[in-house]
């Protein structure tokens, strides 16, 4: 039996299914209008025609204002009931509450076959997806078709859900970090790499990953409109200052050479920092239940803040303050977050981001990196200071992974006593990584303007984004693949390696995307 994925709202991560999602009569659009047939002579009030107002507080002001010139209960009819021949202007409502108010003879739901693949759902969403509902109105002497298109959650500010929700998976990852971490930033420069490359090759050839950002332009801080004043004009975004800001919003495929594929909807969530920095914040608090249904974390880890900065100059203020951040991080997480985790301890995969990438990469430094116990050889570094390695592609195997893992935690380790210690115990499934939203050159930058916007150049942005997609099970674990091939690798060893690479992408091909990717012998 075809079945649907939930219907996930990023704002509130409320799963929906057919019957709770909402449609909104305000936005519905008028298909056709043509006179009404007039009986040959009125007949008695039927049941259907008879509005009972069951659920008349859901949409009805005190004064009518909602409803659409509402008459007044005809006193002579037999019931004394007013006749259905007003009907609500706005309002959300299910379909079971459409049929209820206008009557299930007038309403047509119309569904969506999707094949949903089982490891990627819940049994208990079963039958085609409901995409829209049609509406025949009879007011005025018109008979009137409308349509419903939009689904919409009943949440804070009622959003409205995508319209590819409840086909694909739907994926929400929240990026948590103190102020000023630099989250915000990775969003944007997220977005632009992503507008600017529009695809990854992975492998093995053939293998196509499709990543489209999507930006609302009717949010108060549209992404897309951010990241065009920082890339063209140099505009740096201002601090997140809201909960419920606009997500990025990803469409995901991933296209095999055999024609095999998976799509998913995902979801950044950017919460502002000053709730991850004050232990008595009332907005932590308010969304701390919310915490177990993210489906991942990125965890943006500011190199001022650490306890062996080396950036610290003389007289530098609100160092000290900077400092702390690090500790208040922690504590709201251990006291506001913990608690509500199962088994207290984040188990969803997350990615520990050390951001601002480029302060490490000016060779001024390296006698620095020496005196704190970091060699230049260390790989994250010297692949920011050698051009050659800052510009080549992310391969995402298994040598890749763990050398950017081993090289971010080595930096770690030797800046800062509590951070890992700290991570260790309070995360069950993470990975390390370093990014530069602003590239691995000097950037000039004065008051709050990039001066030279051109010289913007993303660097490794993609990388946490696409290792949460494995661990998530979006795309196949490259990092459990080994391509690089030793000094010493004798033509069976190297047989044999491919054959261990392939059953792995074919393993997964098999679980996910309800088939054989069939990758071919590499001879």
Not at 127 to 132: E, I, S, V
Not at 322 to 332: A, F, K, P, T
Not at 334 to 357: E, F, L, Y
């Amino acid at each position: 039996m075809a079945a649907y994925y939930p219907i996930k709202c990023p704002y509130c991560l409320k799963s929906h299914s057919n019957a709770s999602v909402r449609f909104n009569l305000r936005t519905a659009s008028i298909k056709s209008v043509k006179d009404a047939k007039k009986p040959a002579e009125a007949p008695e009030a039927s049941a259907s025609e008879i509005y009972t107002p069951v659920t008349m507080s859901e949409f009805q002001e005190e004064d009518g204002s909602s409803w659409d010139s509402a008459t007044e209960p005809d006193a002579n009819s037999a019931s004394g009931a007013a006749k259905k021949e007003k009907f609500p202007a706005e309002g959300l409502f299910t379909l079971a509450e459409l049929e209820e108010i206008f009557g299930a003879e007038n309403v047509r739901a119309e569904y969506k076959t999707v094949n949903a693949l089982p490891a990627l759902t819940r049994s208990d969403y079963s039958g085609d997806l409901l995409t829209r509902v049609t509406l025949t109105v009879a007011e005025d002497g018109k008979e009137t078709v409308k349509m419903l298109t939009d689904r919409y959650c009943d949440c804070e500010g009622s959003p409205k859900l995508r319209e590819s929700a409840g086909g694909v998976p739907s994926y929400v990852l929240l990026i948590m970090g103190s102020s000023n971490a630099g989250k915000t930033m990775f969003l944007l420069s997220l977005f632009h790499t992503l507008r600017r490359d529009g695809g990854y090759p992975l492998p093995p050839g053939g293998t196509t990953l499709s990543l489209e950002a999507l930006s609302d332009r009717n949010a108060q801080f549209p992404i897309s409109a951010m990241e065009k004043e920082l890339f063209s004009k140099g505009t740096l975004p201002t601090s997140t200052n809201r909960d419920n800001n606009e997500p990025l919003v990803m469409d995901v495929v991933i296209k095999f050479k055999t024609g095999a594929r998976n799509n998913a909807l995902i979801y950044f969530r950017d919460m502002p920092g000053e709730h991850f920095t004050d232990t008595n914040s009332s907005s932590i608090k308010n969304i701390s239940d919310q915490f177990p249904l993210f489906d991942g974390f990125l965890l943006a880890l500011d190199p001022l803040t650490f306890e062996e900065s080396v950036f610290q100059t003389t007289g530098q203020s609100g160092n000290e303050e900077q400092r702390e951040y690090i500790n208040r991080l922690r504590e709201v997480i251990v006291d506001k977050v913990i608690p509500n985790m199962p088994g207290s301890v984040i188990s969803q995969p997350t990615a520990i981001i050390v951001t601002k990438g480029d302060m490490f990469f000016d060779k001024a430094n390296i006698p620095l990196w020496k005196s704190r116990g970091i060699p230049p050889s260390n790989p994250v570094i010297a692949s920011g200071l050698n051009s050659a390695l800052a510009n080549k592609q992310e391969s995402f195997d298994k040598a890749y992974f763990e050398e950017v893992n081993a090289g971010v935690l080595q930096i770690i380790k030797k800046l800062s006593n509590n951070i890992p210690n700290f991570i260790e115990t309070r995360f069950d499934n993470v990975f390390y990584t370093m990014i530069s939203a602003m590239g691995t050159r000097p950037i000039q930058i004065e008051d709050r303007t990039v001066l030279t916007p051109t010289a913007l150049s993303p660097w490794r942005v993609s990388d946490p984004m696409l290792r949460l997609f494995m661990l998530l099970n979006i795309i196949p674990r490259y990092d459990g693949t080994l391509v690089r091939a030793s000094a010493t690798e004798t033509p069976e060893e190297r047989k044999a390696r491919k054959f261990r690479n392939n059953k792995l992408l074919n393993d997964w091909g098999e679980k996910y995307c309800g088939g054989w990717i069939q990758i071919p012998p590499d001879n």
